[in-house]
């Protein structure tokens, strides 16, 4: 096993996949910060002053948007194999497939948790000195900022694990990321918001997350924090389990 | 064929191999054996169903029935696949922004190998210059010659090449030839390599094992094919009564471009006599000498004309 996870560390550290992505993602997580200190104030918002713990909280939990970028690492990081061929001398050294779709989860979870950091530090170096030259004291502690922060780490890292999934699912890069994108961005927002199906918005992979993170303001109640987060972990042990069960049963091409 | 014998160390037994796709037979029934310390050619033409057949053996694809076995077990049973098989299949697995070296070194890890076995094979096919350019660079001939130093890592006893000749240069394929010849003949190693091309490892294999459309079409020496398969060519302007006339024989009958039909079974003499007794007219009767790459298309091209080896 350690073998295999050297072996599927080393995939991911010797082709130039990351930076552009991880970019993106650090992009991404630093607009949400900025956005959200920019425009609090802006009277007729709604929004509680950055001294409030919840707005702090759905500052903090920026580094979550992250996810969009991870899932697609995942499906990069297992698609590419099949599109290669690169699964072919892998599972000739290992047989035993499981094992190999086991460390294969393991890396792209961990892949997966190194852009969530990225993006915590990003957040971090602009709310931190930004809101102390406000003079807005915060207390990362006792307003639970640690434990949205823990959160969003947590939900970057699932959804890498997600994308491992769909990519075994679907083996063609273009169609998992098209479905993946187009399930995280239409069909989720849309089951958010209309009336009846928006009770089901919670059970759903970003229904959890949102839960866990607080990022999504949306028209539903969402799960307890904690629920979300075990909620989460169990769609990210389904994608695992359906990566694996796909793996076993399957040809390798 | 007993347990005992399909359990010598380094020998590949195929048996009864069938691998359906949906409507397609692609591997029908397939059995054939492979001798360690020989050079096994297996050949047929595209689409004959060799890579199929070398995946189920590799146990990247399931067989729909049949086994096959390397050193008497499944290649999931071996104890240690990765020190006993190398193999190298028809697309080349690489990922091109990864340099050869890299590329090696991710499966050195798997491996559980040294980094440095690594640089050893490049050495010994020839890529030492190139081991930290992108594979995206290299030519067909340089990827042969990589896919090659991926199968060796393990320091294997039994090698599988699905068309290891493909895009290599005639200096390449001699290259081919010594090291295939070495493993065999010094290391005692099996190799069994596929081609569609007979002419490409012609000079190199002691056996073959010809397959089209997923049978077996022939298994022994290559020398005992040119034997066998020359036929005698038979011309006459009745070929139904010829047909008829030579049933009894049980020999092959192939029809030629030139409108006359080689029969294989059976000497001159035989075909004469049974000729004449049956009252057939005939225009020409001698003994054939196709070529061996003559043999083998026109083997492979009528898959009915199956051949037992003499040997
Ligand atoms: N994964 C697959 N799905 C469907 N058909 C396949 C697949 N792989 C091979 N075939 C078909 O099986 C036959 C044998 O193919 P192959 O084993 O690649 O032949 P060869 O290697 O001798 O050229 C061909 O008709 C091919 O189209
Ligand atoms: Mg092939």
């Given at each position: ?175 998992a990321v098209i479905s993946a994108l187009t399930y995280l961005f239409v069909v989720e927002p849309l089951v958010a918001i209309v009336p009846v199906v928006r009770e089901g918005y919670r059970y759903l ?49 | ?106 499966f050195c890890a798997a491996a559980g190998l040294p980094d440095k076995r690594a640089d050893e094979v490049l050495e010994w096919v020839g890529l030492t210059q190139a081991a930290t350019y992108s594979v ?20 294997p006893r039994v090698l599988l090449l699905d068309e290891p000749a493909n895009g290599l240069d005639p200096e390449g394929i001699a290259w081919l030839r010594g090291l295939l010849r070495h493993f065999a ?127």
């Amino acid at each position: 096993m350690i073998a295999l996870l050297r072996s599927e560390w080393r995939k991911v550290t010797t082709i130039k996949l990351g930076w552009g992505m991880l970019l993106g993602a650090m992009a991404l997580a630093a607009l949400g910060v900025v956005a959200q200190i920019a425009s609090n104030g802006t009277p007729g918002t709604g929004v509680p002053p950055l001294s409030d713990p919840e707005t702090q909280k759905s500052i903090a939990a920026s580094a979550s948007s992250a996810y969009l970028f991870s899932v697609v690492v995942g499906i990069i990081l297992i698609t590419t194999e099949f599109r290669h061929f690169t699964s072919r001398p892998t599972f000739l050294l290992e047989p035993r497939r499981g094992l190999v779709i086991a460390a294969k989860a393991v890396i792209t979870a961990g892949v997966g948790l190194l852009y969530g950091i990225a993006c915590v530090v990003v957040s971090l170096a602009i709310t931190v000195p930004w809101l102390s030259a406000k003079g807005v004291h915060v207390d990362w502690v006792a307003n639970g900022l640690v434990v949205v922060m823990v959160g969003a780490l947590f939900v970057v890292a699932i959804f890498a694990v997600v994308g491992l999934g769909v990519g075994v699912l679907f083996r063609n890069q273009v169609a998992a990321v098209i479905s993946a994108l187009t399930y995280l961005f239409v069909v989720e927002p849309l089951v958010a918001i209309v009336p009846v199906v928006r009770e089901g918005y919670r059970y759903l992979p970003g229904g959890a997350a949102a839960a866990l993170t607080g990022a999504a303001r949306v028209q539903t109640t969402l799960l307890p924090n904690w629920q979300g987060g075990l909620l989460l972990l169990g769609w990210g042990l389904l994608f695992a389990f359906l990566g694996w069960i796909l793996t076993v049963s399957r040809d390798i091409p | 064929m007993s347990t005992d014998s399909a359990a010598v160390e380094g020998r590949i037994v195929a048996s009864g191999l069938t691998k359906v796709f949906g409507q397609i037979k692609a591997v029908d029934g397939l059995s054939f054996t492979v001798e360690p310390g020989s050079v096994t050619g297996f050949l047929g033409p595209n689409g004959a169903g060799k890579t199929t057949t070398l995946r189920m053996i590799l146990g990247l694809a399931a067989a729909t029935s049949g086994t096959g076995t390397i050193s008497g077990v499944t290649y999931a049973q071996l104890p240690h696949p990765g020190r006993t098989v190398g193999a190298v299949l028809e697309a080349t697995s690489f990922h091109p922004g990864r340099s050869a070296r890299n590329h090696l070194r991710v499966f050195c890890a798997a491996a559980g190998l040294p980094d440095k076995r690594a640089d050893e094979v490049l050495e010994w096919v020839g890529l030492t210059q190139a081991a930290t350019y992108s594979v995206r660079g290299f030519s067909l001939g340089m990827r042969q010659r990589l896919a090659l130093a991926t199968a060796l890592l393990g320091n294997p006893r039994v090698l599988l090449l699905d068309e290891p000749a493909n895009g290599l240069d005639p200096e390449g394929i001699a290259w081919l030839r010594g090291l295939l010849r070495h493993f065999a003949d010094v290391d005692g190693r099996t190799v069994l390599v596929s081609s569609h091309v007979l002419s490409e490892v012609e000079q190199t294999v002691d056996r073959v094992v010809i397959i089209a459309k997923g049978r077996l079409i022939y298994e022994g020496r290559l020398a005992d094919l040119e034997g066998a398969s020359a036929g005698v060519v038979v011309r006459s302007p009745t070929l139904d009564q010829l047909r008829a006339a030579l049933a009894p024989l049980h020999v092959t009958i192939t029809s030629r471009l030139d409108g006359s039909v080689a029969v294989v079974g059976a000497t001159p003499e035989a075909i004469g006599r049974a000729a004449w007794e049956a009252r057939v007219e005939l225009h020409e009767l001698r003994a054939g000498s196709s070529s061996l790459e003559e043999t083998f298309l026109r083997l492979t091209a009528d898959p009915t004309g199956t051949l037992e080896a003499s040997a």
